[in-house]
């Protein structure tokens, strides 16, 4: 079954702590990015992938970092939390190319910082 | 960079009746994307629309698209409770998304 699978689904943690939220894929997909949901703000894009090893700036980059070392895994690294930062997060992925294509995205994770 | 912005934020409706949904967009576009979303869950997509298209339909779904005045409609006929969701559009880009329509299919 094609998916996106990101782990973990729920976390609370504390200021500073550095954390992972990982993301897969399994529809061997070019393009990841990450995002995240705030009420009233609708859908971020944090960080985006168009390949392995190629990784660029969303809007709202600051805090985060990522990897794209194979091309199934895109981890969302958030190297010292601020309560800022608690939101819900979706990896989503999709087919590179110049046209658009229709984006798989994941559950999403649900952080709390504290 | 390109983002489409959704109207109205909210919509609340009674099942059976139409929702319609508008999405506008700044520049040139080569497609539209339709998403929803649950409360919670994560984006699913719904329909995909051409720039040389200007009507597509699938189900109850029906997509408009006027390039001339850069926007595009979400028609759900007949709705159902199970409607009850977000609504996003998506343009070409860095697959940016509006705020969303807030849909309510009241039973």
């Known amino acids: 079954e094609a998916q996106v699978t990101q782990n973990p689904r729920y976390l609370i943690t504390v200021t500073g702590k550095k954390l992972t939220v990982t993301c897969s894929q399994n529809m061997n997909h070019e393009y990841m990015s990450w995002y995240r949901q705030d009420p009233g703000l609708g859908l971020r894009q944090i960080y985006y992938?168009?390949?392995?090893?190629?990784?660029d700036k969303g809007d709202v980059p600051e805090g985060y970092k990522v990897s794209r070392k194979e091309k199934r895994n895109f981890p969302l690294i958030l190297e010292s939390p601020s309560p800022n930062q608690t939101s819900l997060y979706f990896c989503?992925?999709?087919?590179?190319?110049?046209?658009?294509?229709?984006?798989?995205f994941g559950d999403g994770t649900r952080l709390s910082i504290l | 960079s390109q983002q489409g912005e959704e109207d109205p934020q909210a919509l609340s409706i009674q099942e059976g009746e139409n929702a319609t949904m508008n999405c506008s967009y700044k520049t040139s576009i080569n497609n539209l994307q339709w998403y929803r979303q649950n409360s919670g869950r994560g984006l699913v997509h719904l329909i995909l629309?051409?720039?040389?298209?200007r009507e597509k339909h699938s189900g109850r779904l029906r997509v408009t698209l006027d390039t001339s005045k850069k926007s595009s409609s979400l028609l759900i006929t007949a709705s159902r409770a199970a409607d009850t969701a977000s609504y996003f559009c998506?343009?070409?880009?860095?697959?940016?998304f509006g705020a969303g329509t807030r849909l309510t299919v009241k039973p």
């Open positions: 629309i051409r720039s040389n298209e």
């Open positions: 998506a343009t070409r880009g860095d697959m940016r």
């Open positions: 992938s168009m390949n392995v090893e190629v990784t």
């Open positions: 989503a992925s999709s087919l590179a190319g110049q046209n658009l294509q229709p984006q798989h």
